[in-house]
């Protein structure tokens, strides 16, 4: 047996230890979708919108959270506009939010800004007036039930739930429907499975909510890597903390279109995945080993590990093309098994992209055909992120600002493009 045989089964059998058990989360999910939780009374909740120059989309957003379908006096919406240099704040004021503004030049990102509006909002934790706290993205538009599923999940024992993240613009480009078909995957597929499985959920950027009782014993909001999301996630996992995911909570989320773009905002996703890695990975393996929390194994495997251990299989077979190509022994075998290993994770891609549009179809606002044309493309977005580790030591942005400029409302989502 030659080595590049012997590289490819344990290459195989590795990808087989970290993903075999999310088949059994597709079948799962495709046989049942999560049932809505039952109606509780509604308790008061804080949303909060941390927005850099948002001026193009935060009124959309606001006029979202002020049609729900829940009682408007116990939604209280608070902006952190964060080192605006723009109309961000007057916008917000004008929509009916309380805003907050934070000039710190120093402490830069998010989840600065989600702990600088908990403790404005709550008087540095001495004054708890609502019973939630529901984390939004400035460019995001709310389903007029997003509210009220969030506040019957939180009611129904947990104390950290995460909603469905669609697409405002699935049809622009290629790009844009790859972020939203991994998304949907990650709702009905992933997250779907484990609240099916009663597994704990994975908070995902934008779109969940945290208990007040659950921020209290936190000592507030207290994450502060590049990917805060992932870090909080990973904080709750290695505590035991179930986080919980309701497809009945729906927003609408604002997708890069440039590849640049693109490629900015995944290097800090990246980097990000590294620093929760670093902070919490120790900690979720010793609970997993020691309290056989499966938990803890999903999270350390969904993140980050398959584009590792893509990029190691994809330098392994180069290492090898430039040996043979340099010792005179020959590339063609290892050109042979590398194309077999693209071929392989393409088809793998292809097919969680087919299953998703299909399972997610009436979700999708886009028509049919481009649909179908993105499912082609869509393991090509897979592909663009194996540069971005050898590119990790050369980068030095820290938090690439994005310019959202989707200013439209839910109506126009569903009904401006024909989703036959």
């Known amino acids: 047996m030659n080595l590049y045989i012997i590289a490819n089964h344990i290459i195989a059998a590795l990808f087989a230890v970290c993903y075999f058990y999310q088949i059994i989360y597709t079948i799962a999910s495709m046989r049942r979708t999560v049932p809505p939780f039952p109606k509780e009374a509604p308790g008061r909740y804080a949303i909060l919108i941390c927005a850099h120059n948002e001026e193009a989309v935060i009124g959309q957003l606001i006029d979202s959270v002020s049609k729900q379908n829940y009682p408007r006096e116990l939604i209280d919406i608070f902006v952190g506009a964060d080192n605006c240099d723009d109309a961000t704040a007057r916008i917000a004021r004008e929509h009916g939010a309380t805003v907050y503004e934070r000039s710190d030049r120093t402490h830069i990102g998010k989840g600065y800004v989600l702990n600088f509006l908990i403790n404005s909002i709550t008087g540095e934790g001495t004054n708890w007036e609502h019973g939630g706290f529901i984390v939004i993205d400035a460019d995001n538009l709310l ?193 042979i098994y590398l194309g077999h290993f693209l071929l392989a994770t393409y088809i793998a891609f292809f097919i969680i992209g087919v299953i998703t549009v299909i399972t997610e179809r009436s979700y999708i606002y886009a028509p049919r055909r481009a649909i179908i044309g993105f499912a082609f493309t869509f393991p090509f977005f897979f592909y663009t992120l194996l540069p971005l580790f050898p590119c990790l030591p050369f980068d030095r942005k820290i938090w690439p600002h994005i310019v959202h400029t989707r200013a439209i409302d839910i109506e126009e989502i569903k009904h401006t493009v024909d989703p036959s």
């Open 143 to 335: 389903d007029s039930g997003y509210v009220a599923a969030m506040n019957d999940a939180l009611c129904s024992g947990y104390r950290v739930v995460t909603g469905y993240r669609n697409s405002k613009n699935f049809g622009d480009n290629w790009l844009s429907a790859s972020y939203a078909v991994w998304f949907l995957h990650e709702s009905r597929m992933l997250n779907g499975a484990r609240e099916l499985l009663r597994l704990s959920a994975q908070v995902s950027g934008t779109g969940f909510a945290v208990s007040s009782e659950l921020l209290r014993e936190l000592g507030g909001w207290n994450y502060f890597t590049l990917t805060e999301d992932v870090e909080f996630t990973f904080a709750m996992t290695a505590r035991g903390e179930k986080i919980g995911y309701t497809p009945h909570a729906i927003l609408y989320d604002e997708q890069p279109t440039n590849f640049r773009v693109s490629w900015n905002q995944r290097m800090r996703w990246t980097k990000g995945y590294l620093q929760a890695y670093g902070r919490y990975g120790g900690a979720m393996l010793l609970r997993a080993v020691s309290k056989h929390a499966f938990p803890c194994y999903d999270m350390l495997m969904s993140t980050l590990a398959g584009s590792v251990l893509a990029t190691g299989a994809i330098a392994f077979y180069a290492a090898a093309i430039v040996y043979g190509a340099v010792s005179g022994t020959g590339i063609m075998l290892p050109l």
